[in-house]
């Protein structure tokens, strides 16, 4: 019972970040910025996040290589 839970959790997660993906891709795209097109923001400041994801992977890295040496 508390596996279907963590793993509902889990895929409403990937679900939502799929959304939210798929949404952003959709307001940049060349189509959507048409002449007729409003201006419009992205939900995710994807440089941020990708910048963050990259920072967490060197220091979970590193971590791990502190940890795994001793």
């Known amino acids: 019972m508390i ?3 963590f793993v509902g959790m889990i895929l409403g997660a990937l679900l ?3 959304g939210v993906y798929i949404h952003d ?3 940049t795209s060349e189509v959507a910025n048409g002449p007729t097109a409003q201006s419009r923001r992205t939900i995710v400041n994807w ?3 990708a910048d963050s994801w990259n920072s967490l992977k060197t220091r ?3 971590d791990w290589v502190r940890i795994s040496s001793k």
Do not use: N
Request: glycine fraction near 6%; avoid cysteine.
């Open 47 to 49: 440089d941020v996040a």
């Open 3 to 5: 596996r279907r839970t």
């Open 16 to 18: 939502l970040g799929f």
């Open 25 to 27: 891709s959709m307001q």
């Open 60 to 62: 979970a890295h590193d």
